[in-house]
């Protein structure tokens, strides 16, 4: 068990943990940030997609101590009302069915746009690849992106 | 080492042990389960008078509260059967603060139901759409019956009583003005929840006649009249999600979400093979996982109790179990084929210029929610608190019930939103799980499933095999189609075949003989989106494509020609113009169609694909929908989109295999799923029309997956029968 100092969402944060302990669940059980969300927990669904200063990583595979002093963002932290960009266009494409896939969905997204504000398709389907949604909003999610991009297709 | 005791063993009668007793009781079996289940008012509906679903009765409160009985599906001597609670298990409530509060039991999946059911209530009540919220009761089976969501029901059956109910409110609401201002009640407008007395130029906001209208007499059924559908306001236009706000900022709270902060994080080590038990385990390394808090023997298995998910987790890692691996540690995919090929009979002979064989084959599917399936459970005495995303709150109560040895009365549930569905959530297995954990824990559990659990522990959508002969006449057209079919079935008693499969006859009236053997075997299966349509609606529309080409003869042309349902050949029709049916295509690329009716709904699907060195590309797809009245346009074209992702995904990748006794998959990776990258552009094109509401939920799977096989046959003259389609074989 050691001490971490995070920095979540612009707030300090410190908790107990093993160093090696999924970023994934300090967020949820510990800090109970409940946004961010567990699909698999081994890397390959895109659910608990969290960022790292500007980079987007599964949180299901970071351990605790490897978060360093980086600053950790999750969906709760991407605005405080629904007002970034990325979730304006969600909302304008009406994005979501169930819902659960979305957070991981759009921090993907926005961790996109912040490196490469004008993506094409082909890189947004890279950014995007391996994020399942299981309702199948994908046309949806490419519309957004590409919304919330300013490309007009 | 710690021995099991006995008990604990026997009361295992299979792999899911006492869930399967448990699901006779309590759940839906979808054998069991034929399309007019599911369609309240065609024929389930037929008992109940209309008094009986429309019974609304004011509630004494601090505002307008009328209280509606929406028909239920409950258990009865004869099965499932509609029937109306003698309590309302719905309400409208109109408060001083001008909102408008919908009350509904009807727990959502994705499918907007809960956007939809608002939407229905204020257009009567001539609403203001901002100001209209919609609230989830709890379950309570005695009031409110089986709340399942599952058929593309929910709508369906709450469409006229909830209309009424809104209507009823509106009615009430001018009355009250009308009093106060001494005026006629029919010389009053209503708009967006304001009553306007144009003559006397004067007007309140439903908040301001809350109060005093709900004193107003409840006016007989008969006496409140109800919009043509041209009048309507808010159905009919597309309409975003209630939920999506919360949805896009990390608010919206999941079952995993909603457990008290306190609660402890458990997980469960089950049986890795099917009817598989525990003999002994070793626990010793478990618990010194550093936030371990405890762990039992739970039924048949080992539950390890922590202070967070992954501390459980690394617990149950260490965990030194010995199970036995039960009757069927050698069982195969291969064996199961050859299983179920043995059960279907030699089919009769057929008279015609040309004779058709073919044999269909579809895997297990699990149903890979994105939000593996949990639990919470707060055992208090006699009485128990539950937290849970289910699609059948009813079933959860007392299955919680069943395994505390409490009454059904005392187990409150709360509904969370479900990070999807798909008929995974109706059976409460994982209820029963949790409940038989917190039994032995202080405190609330939360019982959380890996997704490799989820991968290998569904209920499975049953494996199945089609055999067809047919046959054209002379001129080519299709004059013969024999089918026998064998489903897996993961009941014990369902060894036997079962007659004619009338679900699985030909739409396109060619003579012939159905029948449908259920081979039981070892391995779970449940409701699957659309039930058992996803297997024989892909067998048989490919088996129709097939004929056509015996006949030289167009598939599109010929379903116009045979198809004996209008709305159903005016979808086909709509898709085909749509797609440009007919039109050239590139070499290697091709076009097939499919369609389908049911849930009140029709559907065809038009598929194009390309297919390049065995590789194949789904380049677009062109949906007709004849969904009768669209409560929310943008509702249907979702679950087109969804359902038709869902149908290519089957088709082209996902598929579970059985290996020494066990699923063989973990993840969505080697389950196999679309991605963005796979998803080619959908469109959706709809028809226009109705007055009832057909069920959306399930309506765009089932064509899916025949349509791009069809299209694949287009673009390289391979028959391909056999699903998931990974590769086009040279
Ligand atoms: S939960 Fe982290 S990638 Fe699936
Ligand atoms: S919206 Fe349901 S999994 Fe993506």
Redesign the interface.
């Known amino acids: 068990?050691a001490s971490f100092a995070l920095s979540v969402n612009g707030k300090k944060v410190t908790v107990e943990a093993?160093p090696d302990?999924?970023l994934l669940?300090v967020l949820?059980?510990?800090i109970?940030?409940?946004?961010?969300?567990?699909?698999?927990?081994?890397g390959?669904?895109g659910?608990c997609v969290v960022h790292l200063d500007d980079d987007p990583v599964r949180s299901c595979m970071v351990g605790v101590q490897a978060v360093g002093n980086r600053k950790i963002t999750?969906?709760?932290g991407?605005?405080t009302?629904?007002s970034h960009p990325v979730?304006k266009a969600?909302?304008a494409e009406?994005?979501?069915?169930?819902?659960?896939?979305?957070?991981g969905q759009?921090m993907e997204a926005a961790a996109l746009l912040k490196k490469t504000p004008r993506p094409s398709r082909d890189e947004?389907?890279?950014a995007?690849?391996?994020?399942?949604?299981?309702?199948?909003?994908?046309?949806?999610?490419?519309k957004a992106i590409e919304r919330a991009a300013g490309v007009k297709k | 080492m710690r021995n099991v005791p006995a008990d604990t063993q026997s009361d295992r009668t299979s792999g899911r042990g006492e869930e399967v007793r448990l699901n006779e009781d309590g759940v839906v079996d979808w054998l069991d389960l034929q399309e007019e289940d599911f369609a309240f008012g065609a024929k389930g509906g037929a008992t109940l008078s209309r008094r009986d679903v429309l019974r609304i009765t004011a509630l004494a409160g601090t505002g307008l509260v009328l209280g509606l009985c929406l028909p239920v599906r409950v258990h009865g001597e004869n099965g499932l059967a509609w029937t109306a609670p003698f309590e309302p298990n719905a309400w409208v409530r109109v408060d001083p603060d001008n909102w408008v509060t919908i009350t509904a039991g009807r727990p959502?999946?994705?499918?907007?139901v809960r956007t939809s059911l608002a939407m229905i209530v204020a257009d009567e009540l001539d609403a203001d759409w901002s100001r209209v919220r919609i609230v989830q009761a709890p379950a309570d089976m005695a009031r409110f019956g089986n709340q399942g969501t599952g058929g593309s029901m929910s709508v369906r059956s709450s469409f006229g009583p909830l209309r009424r109910a809104g209507a009823t409110a509106r009615a009430m609401l001018v009355s009250a003005a009308a009093s106060q201002w001494g005026v006629a009640p029919g010389s009053l407008r209503v708009e967006r929840g304001v009553v306007y007395d144009d003559a006397g130029k004067r007007k309140a906001t439903f908040g301001q006649l809350a109060v005093a209208a709900s004193k107003v007499a409840v006016p007989e059924a008969d006496a409140v009249p109800l919009k043509t559908p041209d009048r309507f306001t808010i159905i009919g236009k597309a309409t975003?999600?209630v939920?999506?706000?919360?949805?896009?900022?990390?608010?919206?709270?999941?079952g995993?979400?909603a457990a008290p902060?306190e609660a402890r994080?458990a997980v469960l080590a089950r049986p890795p093979k099917f009817r598989g038990s525990l003999k002994s385990f070793d626990d010793s390394a478990a618990k010194k996982v550093?936030?371990v808090r405890q762990v039992v023997a739970s039924g048949n298995g080992v539950a390890v109790v922590a202070?967070?998910?992954?501390a459980a987790?690394a617990g149950r890692d260490a965990l030194e179990i010995v199970w036995d691996d039960g009757p069927h540690a050698n069982l195969n995919s291969e064996a199961i084929s050859k299983q179920l090929r043995a059960a279907i009979p030699e089919l009769p002979p057929v008279q015609a210029a040309k004779v058709v064989e073919a044999v269909y084959e579809v895997p297990y599917l699990a149903h890979?929610?994105?939000?593996?399936m949990n639990c919470t459970v707060h055992v208090q005495g006699d009485r128990a608190r539950v937290w849970v995303p289910t699609q059948n709150p009813g079933n959860v109560q007392n299955t919680v019930a069943n395994v505390l040895g409490i009454p059904a009365a005392n187990v409150e549930v709360n509904i969370t939103?479900?990070?999807?569905?798909?008929g995974r959530r109706i059976s409460a297995d994982y209820a029963a799980e949790a409940a038989r954990i917190a039994k032995d824990v202080e405190g609330p559990i939360q019982l959380?499933w890996?997704?490799d659990d989820d991968m290998r522990h569904d209920n499975f959508r049953p494996a199945s095999i089609h055999v067809f002969r047919g046959g054209v006449d002379t001129s080519g057209k299709p004059i013969a189609w024999h089918q026998r079919f064998a489903l897996a079935s993961g009941r014990d008693q369902a060894m036997s075949e079962r007659g004619p499969a009338s679900q699985a006859r030909n739409r396109y009236g060619i003579e012939g003989t159905t029948e449908a053997a259920l081979v039981g075997l070892p391995i779970a299966t449940g409701p699957w989106r659309s039930v058992n349509e996803t297997q024989i609606v892909f067998a048989n529309e490919c088996f129709f494509d097939e004929l056509c080409v015996a006949g030289g003869k167009d598939p599109v042309a010929m379903r116009l020609e045979m198809l004996g349902m209008d709305r159903l050949k005016a979808v086909v029709r709509l898709a085909a113009e749509k797609s440009g049916w007919g039109t050239p295509m590139k070499k290697g690329q091709g076009r097939g169609i499919a369609c389908f009716a049911g849930y009140g709904s029709f559907i065809a699907q038009v598929c194009e694909v390309e297919v390049t060195d065995g590789e194949v590309k789904v380049l677009r797809v062109v949906a007709a929908i004849d969904c009768g009245l669209a409560i929310n346009p943008?509702g249907v074209e979702?679950q087109v989109?969804?359902?038709?992702?869902?149908g290519l995904s089957t088709a082209l990748k996902a598929a579970i295999t059985i290996e020494n006794g066990q699923i063989r998959q973990t993840?969505?990776?080697d389950y196999g799923?679309?991605?963005?990258?796979d998803?080619p552009?959908?469109e959706v094109h709809r028809i226009v029309g109705g007055e009832e509401p057909g069920g959306m939920g399930e309506v765009g799977f089932p064509a899916m997956s025949p349509a791009v096989a069809n299209a694949i046959f287009a673009a390289t003259g391979k028959r391909l029968r056999k699903l998931p389609i990974r590769r086009v074989p040279e």
């Open positions: 068990m093993e302990m999924p669940w949820r059980d510990l109970q940030l409940h946004g961010t969300k567990y699909g698999c927990g081994v390959v669904c659910a999750t969906i709760e991407l605005s009302d629904g979730q969600w909302i009406n994005v979501p069915q169930c819902g659960y896939c979305q957070p759009i947004i389907r890279e995007m690849a391996e994020h399942y949604c299981r309702c199948g909003t994908y046309p949806r999610i490419l | 959502d999946m994705g499918q907007g975003p999600s939920d999506l706000n919360a949805m896009v900022t990390g608010a919206a709270v999941f995993a979400d902060k994080h550093p936030g202070d967070h998910t992954w987790l890979a929610t994105m939000e593996p939103l479900l990070g999807g569905g798909f959380q890996s997704r943008l979702q989109e969804g359902a038709s992702i869902d993840s969505f990776s799923w679309f991605e963005m990258a998803t552009v959908i």
